[in-house]
Every structure is written in structure tokens, then in C-alpha cells.
């Protein structure tokens, strides 16, 4: 048994309880964003996540904040992050140094449906920094691709240099039995890709609908309309999935933040099937 | 567990809450202090309210002096018991740096043996809804239950109904069910009141035994039960929370809730006051030399608007929005969350409500509301 | 393209699915074959509309320029259509449309498809429905990018 395996995790850690964690990597993806990698602790359960749940993660003294796993969840030497830098906590996330400390809780949510998927072609619709949440659930396919039947990935973004992963996500593309298209809102002159909304790219898939899942992340308003479009075009919708973005702040279903209807989005989702969220997902204000 | 009954005077009441912090246990209980009733820590029944009663009307609470020798001729604290079981201020971590990285210190949960005298019937049906809130998942929360688990609870049944109580209509009393270790009824008609006790568990059963009280007399038992129906009976207000899940669905985007918004301040007293609102926020503090970090958590509020911020704004940005989600959520969501309504007719929000905004007259017209709708839907 | 090659073609395209055969036989004679390189305007903003395509191979940036600003607004590929403005009449261009890639595309001179419309009608009807369906989705994704989802400051209210 290795070292890894047989150290004991400890027993009762409290849930609100950071794990120190090392930052092992930070390297940059576009002008705002950045993939943050560090190493838990040998063992620990803060490295056990499926496809599509988040961590807590706290920059010492500053505060903490909801970040969705993106690395691979076969590998648990390492967790890693996509942030973009938009506030003060995901600032000091994305300075950090390789050797820094930050602390990580979780995995808290639920998870995208890989095993429902088995058998089925996979639809992957990501928009912006939504691509994320969802390359765990690429990398599992890719590693069990007997599985799956064709793996179609979408990618909206807002224009070219906004585009994560770039040089994987072109390798993507190459696969057998694997699409991967990308899109923007606003190309410059010399963008050779496609320019429009994602769902532009729908009618380039090549699908069986009936035998599809679709999982889909990114802007509510990106998913709403990825959703609708999909339904419409002969997705079961219990076949749709989709990542909810709400205000989580323990992880854990006590603070109350994350409340989306009869939802803590924290432990019902973050992914919820169509059918689930389809009543509140146009609810304003809900 | 045998039922038994005892009878209690005010010694015998003294001897319980001496027993109890003999025992270990922080006593509580309810004691005037800025004007109001607050849950503190009480030493015998010389800190209870004697000679003071409560005017309780939406937007008003006043402590009224009262001429009888009665110890609990008042209604509710301003608070439930989630301001000592839930606490409104507490660290969970704190954490040093070293050396380049960061040590967690040991962090126990700040646990106390607490007794509480003298708490309502609404009180402790929302210590179970909040005992299905944050003991009840996955997920516990520790601070709660290191708190929760050793509490020692004193009921008092409600002979007599304040004009903004409705916890008949919510089932939840005027008349404690279970949930307690020792039930008691006041009789204070004479100079010295006197208590009718009921124990509602082994531990309460063996404290009153300890404390060597005396059977209750026969007819006590039916005095009580008439008392507590004609208390119930003169409520006036109800509320009729197994509508709500449809309801709440329903009307939306009805236009009350703007009628509700132009009154509501968003100040947040009512989910302050309310026993089962137990929304928190966490907070970070640093030493100046950055050496020390802490997380600290503290009660919240959906009616603020950085409540539900994501980057790129607040879910609900409008009052009219948190009002409608407030009460959604206590009435109906709360429901499907965790089986039971987030209410227990204890009329805090009515009372503490600024402008005396009424959750069962705002609750009442949405129904109307939904009956016009669809009167109007199937007149074609 | 012979006779009934272009009537196979028409036929295969998005925006014309399910027309009645009649109507593809009177497309099909208006109808007639272009090919542009890459990086070849095939309009610029400002020209009068006057043809109308169907395209069939390549891809079509429509772009828009102003100083120190030139944008890809909508790129447009096999089944798409281009230049829906030409079967209305007295428009001018809007945008430049630029090939990114070799382009193969049926085009049809918009005025004579109109006067189609106008000899019968229920043809016209046909027409007019599919361009009302293109210039519906061609709103909607529009709308939907001028909300401009993907960045923190678009998806702030104004």
C-alpha cells in the first residue's frame, strides 16, 4: 500500500476548517485569468472531488471564496484552479506565489453526470470562464473515452484573448470522434474562428440528440438560452445539465447565501439537471 | 417515560435553577435590560420580570408595568434562543503565520451547558426547525451543536395570547407538545405565584424529584389545558402556512410584493428577531503585523444587499425581491428544505417591524391575490 | 452547375427546406455559381444591395471598422446565407463581408427574386416566412451579444 493511500485522513475536521495547501504553480492563461495549482496534503480528502464541485478556497487574513476544481480528478497530488481576477479575495488568489500558502475546504456540490453519460455522445457547452468547471469532466471522458460515444466541446467566449486553455483545447479538436468548437462575440481581423453566440455552433454538431448529454456551463444568461436551444433541437431535457453560480460562502448549506428557490445551490448543485432548475432559471430576482 | 406532574412555588422554582447551576449549566432566563427582554443569565427568580408585562403591537413593544406577583406575565424576549444556541458573534478559526505558511490553531467550538427558564412554546418548535437546519444534513454546524446538545430547557406554557401571537394557527402552541424537560403553568392569582410542572424528559423528571416537589394537584392538569385554549382561542391573527409552497410559486410576480416593498426598509429587524432565521456571514480580521488571522461569523441578513452578490452584481437587487424571498422561504421553500415552515407564529417580525409590516396580513392578501387570479382564469 | 445539380443543391440548403419543387425550379434559374478567395471582399459597407447568397463552402467574416477599431462582428459558413438586405429594396450594405476562407456560394440578384415575390405571392409568402425566420435569429443572437455576457462589467445592469 503506498504512502499516499494508507495516510489516515483526519477523522473530524471541522467543516469550516482550511487545509493549508502549498501553491505549487501559477501560470497565466489570458490577460485576467489564471490556473492556480497546489498540493494538498497526502491523502487528504480535500484532494477527493468528482467532475464539476468546487472548493473554498481562503487566502490567509483576506477572505474566501467559491473556485470550481479544474485539473484533473484522476490526479490527487495536485488541485487545481481557473480564476479570473475580479475582486480583492481572487486578486490575492492570483498573485500568489509557487511556495505561498493558501487554505482549501471542500470538495463541496454536486457533480457533472458521467456515469448517466455512459454510452452517450457528450455535448459540452462552455461559456467564458466556464470552461472551468467543466475540463475535469473532459479530462474523466478522455480518460475512459471506450465509454462515451463522440465528445463534442463548445466554447463561447467574449472574444479571442479571452479563450482559456488554448493549446488543449486545439489538441481537443484533433481527438477521434471528438469536436471542439470555439466561438466569440467579437473577433479582431485577424480571427480565422467562428464569431457569434454560442449557440450558432449547435447546427455544426454532428449528434444524435436522443442519444446526447448535454452539460453545459457559464453566464446564466449564456446557459438559459444553451438550454432552451438544445431542448428545442430534441434533447431529452433530463439530459440537460447545467452549473449554477451563486453567493456561496460556507459550502456547507448554513449560511443561507446560495438559496435559488427551494435550492442551497452549495449542496443541491452547483449542477442541476434541467428539469431541476428549469422553473426557477427564469424567475428575476428569484 | 411516565408522565407525572408536579406542583411548584417560587422557592421550588429557586431550587431548580440553584440545582441547575450546581450542575454545570449557564442558566438563562428572560430579564428586563434596555427596556426589553433579553435572554441573560439569571441567578434565581429574583432576575425574572415580575411586575412587568408586555404591549405588543406591529411596530411597538413596550415593557408595561404589571401589578401581579406573577414571574412570566410577558410574552417573548426580543430575541429566540438562537442568540445564545446560535450565536450572533463567535471566531471559528483563528490562524498564525509561520515561517511562510499559515498554522490553523486549535479551534473548539466555544461550547457552554445551557439552561433556559421560562421559554415559549413558538421558541421551542423553532429550536426544532432549527435543529433541522443545521444539525439535520450532511453537514453539522459545531458551534450549534456543542451548544444545542447539553441544553437543559425550561418551557412555560402561554395561558394568555398577545394580540400578535398566532402560533395556534402554526401548531406550534400556545401550549408546549414536547421538546422539553420541564413544562411549566403559571398561577399567580394570589400574592405567590405558583407552578404546575410537567416533566418532559428523565433529566427534568429527576431534577424536580432532586428538588423534592410535590405532586400536582388533580384538577391542575385541566386548568392548564382551559387556560391554554382560551389563549389560542383569542388570537386573532392566523396563518395558514400549508397553502404556502404552491402559493409562493404561484405569485411570483404578483404585484403585492411592490406593495410590500414601498413599506419594507430592508433594515433586517425582522430576521434579527425571528427564532429561525439562521443566516450568517464570515469575516476576516488580521493582526496589523498580519502575524494573527481570524475568521469570525456573524448573524446576516437576506434583506442586505451584498447578501446574494456574485462579480457582476446582487441577485436581489430590489427590496421588493429580498422581501419576496424572505417570506417564500419561511412559509414555503422552507417546507420543501427541511419539511416543516420556517415559522412558529411567534409575531417577532410583526412587533420588531419598524413600519409594522405583518406577515400574516401580507401572507393573507397574497392569497387573496392568488383566489382573484383565478377567479379571473377560469371566467373566460 | 447543370440544370438539375443546382436544383439538388438548392434543395440541400437550410434556408430553403422543404420550399414546394415548383419554387426551386423558378430559384434555380435565377440562380448562379461564385467562388472567392480568401481575404476577398465580397461587399464593402455602403455598396447597394444587390445580391443575394446561399452559401455552400467557406467561411464569411462580417466585419466593421471605424480608427483603431476593426471588429468581426458575425462569421457565416456553409448553410448560412448572406445579404438577406438585397430582397428589400433602396438598402445599402451595413457591414463588409470578408472570405476567411475560399468561398463557394449560389447567388441570386436580389430585385429579380423580389419581383418573383410580387408576379406570385404565395412564392413571395414562402420567401418572405424563411427571411423573416433568418433576420428573427440574426436579432436574437445580436441582442444576445450586446449583452455581452462573458465579461464582469457586461453582465452589470447599466
Excluded at chain 1, 65 to 89: C, F, K
Excluded at chain 1, 183 to 193: I, L, S
Aim: proline content about 7%; aromatic content about 10%.
Amino acid at each position: 500500500m503506498s504512502t499516499a493511500a494508507s495516510a489516515a485522513p483526519p477523522a473530524t475536521r471541522p467543516v469550516m476548517e482550511p487545509v493549508p495547501v502549498r501553491v505549487t504553480s501559477v501560470s497565466k492563461e489570458t490577460h485576467d485569468t489564471f490556473t492556480l495549482t497546489v498540493a494538498p496534503p497526502p491523502g487528504d480528502p480535500v484532494s477527493a472531488f468528482e467532475p464539476g464541485q468546487f472548493s473554498m478556497l481562503y487566502v490567509y487574513g483576506v477572505g474566501e471564496l467559491p473556485i470550481s476544481i479544474s485539473g484533473d480528478p484522476a490526479v490527487r497530488e495536485s488541485l487545481t484552479y481557473t480564476i479570473r481576477s475580479v475582486g480583492q479575495v481572487t486578486y490575492q488568489l492570483v498573485t500568489r506565489q509557487p511556495g505561498d500558502f493558501i487554505g482549501v475546504r471542500g470538495p463541496f456540490g454536486s457533480s457533472w453526470p458521467l456515469k448517466e453519460a455512459r454510452g452517450k455522445s457528450v455535448l459540452i457547452v462552455a461559456g467564458g470562464i466556464g470552461l472551468a468547471p467543466l475540463r475535469p469532466a473532459i479530462y474523466s471522458i478522455l480518460r475512459h473515452r471506450g465509454d462515451y460515444n463522440r465528445l463534442v466541446i463548445l466554447y463561447g467566449s467574449r472574444s479571442p484573448r479571452d479563450l482559456l486553455y488554448r493549446k488543449e483545447f486545439a489538441a481537443w479538436g484533433l481527438l477521434p470522434d471528438t469536436q471542439a468548437l470555439s466561438t466569440v462575440d467579437y473577433g479582431g481581423v485577424t480571427w480565422r474562428g467562428h464569431v457569434g453566440v454560442v449557440t450558432t455552433l449547435f447546427r455544426l454538431v454532428r449528434m444524435q440528440p436522443k442519444e446526447t448529454v448535454a452539460m453545459i456551463c457559464g453566464p446564466e444568461i449564456m446557459m438559459r438560452y444553451a438550454a432552451r436551444e438544445l431542448e428545442a433541437r430534441g434533447l431529452p431535457p433530463e439530459q440537460i445539465h447545467l452549473s449554477m453560480e451563486r453567493n456561496m460562502k460556507c459550502g456547507a448549506g448554513f449560511c443561507g447565501h446560495c438559496q435559488m428557490g427551494p435550492y442551497f445551490v452549495c449542496k443541491h448543485g452547483p449542477v442541476f439537471s434541467y428539469p431541476e432548475i428549469k422553473p426557477y432559471l427564469d424567475l428575476y430576482e428569484l | 417515560m411516565r408522565k407525572k406532574s408536579y406542583r411548584l412555588d417560587e422557592k421550588g422554582l429557586d431550587a431548580l435553577i440553584a440545582h441547575l447551576r450546581e450542575q454545570g449549566y449557564q442558566v438563562y432566563g428572560p430579564k428586563v435590560e434596555d427596556a426589553a427582554l433579553h435572554w441573560r443569565p439569571i441567578t434565581g427568580c429574583a432576575d425574572l420580570p415580575r411586575g412587568w408585562t408586555q404591549e405588543l403591537a406591529p411596530g411597538r413593544a413596550r415593557l408595561e408595568p404589571d401589578n401581579s406577583a406573577a414571574l412570566f406575565h410577558h410574552w417573548t424576549c426580543a430575541e429566540g434562543l438562537k442568540a445564545v444556541l446560535h450565536l450572533p458573534l463567535v471566531r471559528i478559526m483563528a490562524a498564525r503565520r509561520d515561517n511562510g505558511w499559515f498554522r490553523i490553531l486549535d479551534n473548539p467550538p466555544p461550547a457552554a451547558r445551557c439552561a433556559f427558564v421560562g421559554v415559549r412554546p413558538c421558541d421551542l418548535a423553532a429550536l426544532a426547525v432549527l435543529d433541522r437546519v443545521l444539525l439535520g444534513d450532511r453537514y453539522a454546524d459545531d458551534i450549534y451543536r456543542a451548544r444545542r446538545q447539553g441544553a437543559f430547557l425550561i418551557a412555560i406554557h402561554c395561558q394568555r395570547s398577545a394580540p400578535t401571537c398566532f402560533c395556534a394557527s402554526m401548531g406550534s402552541g400556545p401550549r408546549a407538545r414536547s421538546g422539553f424537560d420541564i413544562a411549566l403553568s403559571e398561577f399567580a392569582e394570589g400574592d405567590a405565584p405558583e407552578y404546575f410542572a410537567e416533566a418532559g424528559s428523565p433529566a427534568g423528571m429527576d431534577l424536580l424529584e432532586a428538588c423534592g416537589a410535590a405532586p400536582a394537584p388533580p384538577d391542575w392538569s385541566r386548568a392548564v389545558e382551559e387556560g391554554c385554549a382560551r389563549a389560542a382561542a383569542a388570537q386573532t391573527r392566523r396563518l395558514d402556512a400549508h397553502a404556502a409552497p404552491q402559493l409562493i410559486d404561484a405569485l411570483f410576480d404578483s404585484p403585492h410584493w411592490d406593495h410590500v416593498a414601498k413599506r419594507c426598509l430592508a433594515c433586517g429587524n425582522c430576521t434579527s428577531v425571528c427564532p429561525t432565521c439562521f443566516c450568517v456571514n464570515y469575516e476576516d480580521r488580521t493582526s496589523i503585523d498580519g502575524r494573527e488571522a481570524e475568521r469570525w461569523r456573524l448573524w446576516d441578513s437576506c434583506f442586505t444587499q451584498s447578501f446574494t452578490y456574485i462579480h457582476g452584481g446582487s441577485v436581489r437587487s430590489s427590496v421588493k425581491a429580498r422581501y419576496r424571498h424572505w417570506l417564500s422561504h419561511k412559509l414555503g421553500r422552507w417546507q420543501a428544505q427541511f419539511g416543516t415552515p420556517g415559522c412558529t407564529g411567534c409575531g417577532r417580525c410583526i412587533v420588531w417591524c419598524p413600519v409594522g409590516i405583518d406577515i400574516t396580513e401580507e401572507f393573507r392578501q397574497l392569497q387573496l391575490s392568488a383566489a382573484a387570479a383565478a377567479s379571473f382564469a377560469t371566467k373566460d | 452547375m447543370a440544370p438539375s445539380e443546382m436544383k439538388t443543391v438548392l434543395t440541400a440548403h437550410p434556408f430553403l427546406e422543404g420550399l414546394p419543387e415548383k419554387y426551386v425550379d423558378m430559384l434555380s434559374k435565377l440562380a448562379f455559381e461564385v467562388h472567392f478567395d480568401q481575404d476577398e471582399v465580397i461587399f464593402r459597407e455602403g455598396d447597394p444591395s444587390s445580391l443575394f447568397y446561399l452559401i455552400l463552402d467557406g467561411k464569411i467574416a462580417l466585419e466593421m471598422g471605424a480608427p483603431g477599431r476593426q471588429i468581426i462582428i458575425q462569421t457565416l459558413e456553409a448553410g448560412d446565407e448572406l445579404g438577406w438586405s438585397s430582397l428589400l429594396e433602396n438598402t445599402s450594405k451595413q457591414f463588409r463581408a470578408r472570405c476567411l476562407e475560399p468561398v463557394r456560394a449560389l447567388a441570386f440578384d436580389g430585385a429579380r427574386v423580389v419581383n418573383l415575390c410580387e408576379e406570385d405571392h404565395e412564392f413571395g409568402f414562402h420567401i418572405m416566412r424563411r427571411a423573416l425566420a433568418l433576420v428573427a435569429e440574426r436579432l436574437r443572437a445580436t441582442r444576445l451579444q450586446t449583452l455581452d455576457v462573458y465579461s464582469p462589467k457586461g453582465a452589470r445592469r447599466p
